[in-house]
């Protein structure tokens, strides 16, 4: 079973300058998502966590074993000839050694990279907020059921739609399966709903448990923004997300995470009704000379 998921993008900005419509250009021509880092999401209380600094000794010990790039910041106020972690149990509640290691939870946070979509191609809202009052584009691309052969490919059972990408050696974890020669993109569908922020143990964060438990907070979406004690409903973005975990340690803030799709993934482009007439030009000029596709793609006005 196939279905369309749709990407709102902003045409702002000139093609000769890191611009919205630059990126847009960019990204149509070399066939590829963007991938943003929590960091860049437009609702800055996603996800909210805060650390939980119960531990056992063993517990930090693992933790310092996984991130040993951290040990080096802590030596810096460690006395020497202590224990580092008896030493970082015992303190870890102050302010001088807490800054560090909440460093540790913002780095793993800063490793998951998020692809937003919705199956919404006609949301007034969405136009509004997401391809600056249709002066932008939607962009409908292909996903499709897969059938699993192995559950060890994939964790995430709720995941029922994907898009393949080319890219078939992404050094990463999470939605990303491998069938029958090619490799897919899963979409998860995001929940909307009232709660508070996640707590994390800042020391197990290098098990499953706690991985698992920031990833889901990045799919459940929330409804109300305790320090405003306000409802913001987020449920009309009808979202769905793919969501991968990159590996490298620390966290290297120079690489982009990006996925390559095939031409016949994308399947629609709508053109916003204020988008401006050379822009709408270079658009269809860059599908043009990019998709082999290009006849079949279904290009409406919005």
Avoid at 28 to 33: A, D, G, P, Q, V
Avoid at 37 to 63: G, H, T
Wanted: some cysteine.
């Amino acid at each position: 079973m196939k279905k369309t998921f749709y990407k709102y993008k902003s045409c702002e900005g000139s093609e000769n300058e890191n611009s919205s419509f630059h990126f847009l250009l960019d990204s149509l021509e070399k066939k590829y998502f963007y991938l943003s880092r929590p960091e860049n999401l437009n609702d800055k209380d996603e996800a909210r966590m805060f650390d939980n600094y119960a531990a056992s000794y063993d517990d930090i010990q693992k933790w310092l074993r996984h991130h040993p790039y951290l040990l080096k910041d802590l030596k810096m106020i460690i006395p020497p000839n202590k224990d580092p972690v008896y030493e970082i149990k015992k303190h870890c509640q102050k302010t001088e050694y807490r800054c560090h290691m909440e460093q540790s939870r913002k780095n793993e946070r800063e490793h998951f990279h998020i692809f937003s979509l919705t199956d919404s191609p006609d949301n007034e809202k969405m136009w509004i907020d997401y391809a600056s009052n249709y002066n932008g584009i939607c962009l409908g691309f292909e996903a499709d059921t897969v059938l699993q052969e192995s559950e060890n490919n994939f964790t995430d059972k709720d995941e029922r739609y994907f898009i393949e990408t080319t890219d078939h050696g992404l050094d990463v974890e999470g939605a990303y399966l491998h069938q029958n020669g090619k490799s897919y993109l899963g979409l998860i569908n995001v929940s909307y709903v009232r709660k508070k922020s996640i707590y994390i143990k800042l020391f197990k964060l290098h098990e499953d448990s706690e991985k698992n438990k920031m990833k889901n907070s990045f799919l459940e979406k929330n409804n109300y923004n305790d320090q405003q004690r306000n409802k913001k409903d987020w449920s009309y973005e009808r979202e769905s997300r793919i969501i991968l975990t990159d590996k490298h340690l620390p966290r290297n803030e120079k690489i982009d995470l990006i996925a390559h799709y095939p031409d016949y993934v994308l399947t629609e482009v709508l053109l916003g009704h204020n988008i401006e007439a050379d822009k709408k030009a270079k658009i269809l000029d860059c599908l043009k000379s990019n998709y082999s596709n290009y006849n079949t793609i279904t290009i409406r006005q919005a």
